[in-house]
């Protein structure tokens, strides 16, 4: 069983960064390809950003492109989301998790508690 665990999350003004944390355990010695999504109040969950299990392949969701960077740290399975120049609308809690499919996205495991984000005018 995957267990997902964020963090790095808190309120900041907007134009501010923050770096999220993940870290996934799972079964040992496997690397997975990773994303972070978000879900808003009253909105749906929506895909970020998604990393190969190589680091090789990167995709960004167009309203984060350019402003956050998703990398691979150096222990095994463990992400981060450096999030820049942030706006009012980026306010959400964000969750990681392994993503099944370069192509469709589609996140694998059960969610973690996620962590909030929220940014201020």
């Known amino acids: 069983q995957l267990v997902l665990v964020e963090s790095g999350g808190g309120l900041v003004q907007a134009g501010g960064s923050l770096r999220l944390s993940c870290a996934v355990s799972g079964i040992p010695g496997v690397t997975y390809t990773m994303g972070w999504f978000r879900q808003a109040p009253g909105k749906e969950r929506e895909f970020v950003a998604v990393?190969?299990?190589?680091?090789?392949?990167?995709k960004y969701a167009d309203p984060v492109n350019g402003r956050f960077t998703i990398s691979r740290g150096d222990a095994k399975n463990t992400v981060y989301l450096q999030m820049n120049n942030l706006k009012p609308e980026d306010t959400a809690t964000y969750y990681c998790n392994v993503v099944e499919n370069l192509q469709t996205l589609t996140p694998y495991a059960s969610w973690g508690q996620g962590t909030q984000v929220t940014v201020s005018s």
């Open positions: 990393i190969s299990r190589s680091g090789s392949i990167i």
